[in-house]
């Protein structure tokens, strides 16, 4: 197995001062530990064993564009929202990380799906993650990248793979693993080297003890709980700001109002993820960071992103709270495709913004459209 392509930089780059409150809430629970000093998983239990129990579900947020589930997987239901049946599938691999696919097609104005399907990309897919149950709590990421592999094979490969912060790692696992199933790479938002730059979530996995992950796991039965994450932290959610986030127009307040209860609706909606997946994901890659480091195996092999040749896209945003812009743009010497095949941009927004900003979608998403529209040799 050839050395992956991943010399480090000299110089370490400053570290940027980790903000008080994320939207992500995939390491929030050992965030909270953290600023209530509980240094041992004991301490944690105590700080979480009022929140966990059976939680109470909300409604799940509605899908915006019409759809329909091409395939019913134990892992996600995989959504199409083509327009026509001809053209290279794009398949969005949304992020698994406690809250709801619906991100890709979150309103009116604030859709990467209607971004795409708009501009020319006329089979779109989505993957729908299932919230885990008990009985699917010991799957790991080889479960979903099997079942990924699964809706790729249905939809036709080779696809245009565009992933979302976490759905980004996932999709770049994936474009190593089977190379020639994939045409063309979008990553946006997402962590792929976590010790190229300092950040929210690669402060939290480092400094905590893997036992407090697992202490996460074991209070629910084998699960992350989203909804009890929801309920401890709902101070902090009620202080989001959703109109920078969604980057809309106020002067109708009406249509404010309503975009403001969405925003609140998909933030209260959660996903259970299952436990092994959980470890998995926070000790190989945030912990870790195996994949930047040669290091993950997958589906039985190790994983050589230098074998990841496709023109890629890298986007970014400059003030994200959780992911350092280098994180992702380090992957431009990680990876095998040729320099002048790498495109990049760097949105002025936040995380969340990256993904249902208005303007965001007006600018770079409207960009990389007409990017995949074009032919891979060009």
């Known amino acids: ?61 509605a899908w915006t564009t019409p759809n329909r589930v091409r395939l019913d997987l134990s892992t996600m239901e995989l959504r199409d929202f083509s327009t026509s049946a001809d053209g290279v599938p794009t398949l969005v691999c949304a992020p698994f990380a406690l809250h709801s696919a619906t991100l890709a097609d979150f309103a009116p104005g604030h859709s990467l799906v209607q971004t795409l399907t708009g501009h020319g990309c ?47 790692v996932m999709a770049l696992i994936y474009a190593a693993r089977f190379p020639e199933k994939v045409r063309k790479l979008v990553l946006a938002g997402a962590p792929i080297d976590v010790e190229a730059e300092t950040s929210l979530l690669a402060l939290t996995a480092q400094h905590l003890p893997v036992a407090l992950f697992d202490e996460v796991v074991r209070l629910g039965d084998g699960r992350v709980l989203g909804q009890r994450i929801i309920d401890l932290w709902r101070p902090a959610l009620n202080g989001t700001d959703s109109d920078a986030t969604l980057q809309h127009d106020c002067s109708n307040a009406g249509r404010a109002a309503e975009l403001r209860q969405r925003f609140r609706d998909w933030l209260e909606w959660t996903v259970d993820l299952p436990g092994a997946y959980y470890h998995q994901t926070v000790l190989w890659l945030f912990k870790e960071n195996r994949l930047a480091t040669g290091r993950l195996t997958a589906l039985g092999q190790r ?22 812009v280098e994180q992702l743009m380090a992957t431009r010497r990680l990876l095998g495709t040729p320099a002048d095949r790498i495109e990049s941009a760097v949105e002025p927004c936040s995380h969340l913004a990256l993904f249902i900003g208005a303007r965001s979608l007006a600018g770079s998403w409207t960009k990389i459209a007409s990017w995949l529209r074009q032919s891979s040799s060009t």
């Open 122 to 168: 006329a089979r779109v897919f989505v993957s729908d993650w299932r919230s885990a149950t008990r009985e699917m709590r010991l799957l790991t990421i080889d479960s979903y990248l099997a079942e990924l592999n699964v809706a790729v094979d249905e939809i036709g490969a080779p696809v245009d793979l565009v992933g979302l912060c976490q759905g980004g």
């Open 303 to 324: 994983i050589d992103l230098g074998a990841v040749r496709q023109p890629t896209f890298l986007l970014a945003a400059r003030d994200d709270e959780l992911v350092a």
């Open 1 to 61: 197995m050839p050395a992956p392509r991943n010399a480090r930089m000299t110089e370490k780059p400053p570290e940027r001062q980790a903000p008080a409150f994320g939207l992500d809430l995939f390491l929030w629970p050992l965030r909270a530990a953290s600023e209530a000093a509980a240094a041992q998983a004991g301490g944690f239990a105590q700080l979480m064993a009022a929140t966990y129990g059976t939680p109470a579900r909300s409604d799940k947020p």
